[in-house]
């Protein structure tokens, strides 16, 4: 398996973790410039009563925090879902390489919807952006988590 597809594995497999806690199934992985995992994880914005405990955040501020560094230049991170603005923002300060993400996201995206963070003038960094990466899995663990909540 090339390390694309198999980082998008863990990323889904955090998605599907974070859908049995109980928390919209988001998974993110973030990858070092040697190619190292240094920080998966999924959505806990239930269980530490955050709004911003996103699966993105989670994993640049655990790598961040591991580095003693605000900015992770070089890194790959992937995400099963298309990032919400704040996440968006968040990528961009922490200079992150590569953004490869799985599902688009209509209702809450950032990227290539709504405010298109990374087009807008005040994004200093701007990351090479994949989309579409496993995107029917991911969008699967989406529908799959909403309906069984109705
Ligand atoms: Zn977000």
Known sequence: MSPFTSHMDIAL???????ARGEVPVGAVLVD???????RDGNRTRELS??????????IRAACAAAGSERLP????????????A??????????ARLYYGAADPKS??????????SHPQAHHVPEVYDG?????AERLLKDFFAARR
């Open 13 to 19: 497999d955090e998605a599907r973790a974070a859908a």
């Open 33 to 39: 410039p040697m190619g190292r995992v240094v920080a």
């Open 50 to 59: 955050d709004p911003t405990a996103h699966a993105e955040v989670l994993v």
């Open 74 to 85: 070089g890194h790959d991170l992937y995400v099963t879902l298309e990032p919400c603005p």
């Open 87 to 96: 996440c968006a923002m968040v990528i961009s300060a922490a200079r992150i």
């Open 109 to 118: 995206g950032g990227v290539v919807q709504g405010p298109r963070i990374f």
């Open 133 to 137: 990466i496993r995107a029917e899995e």
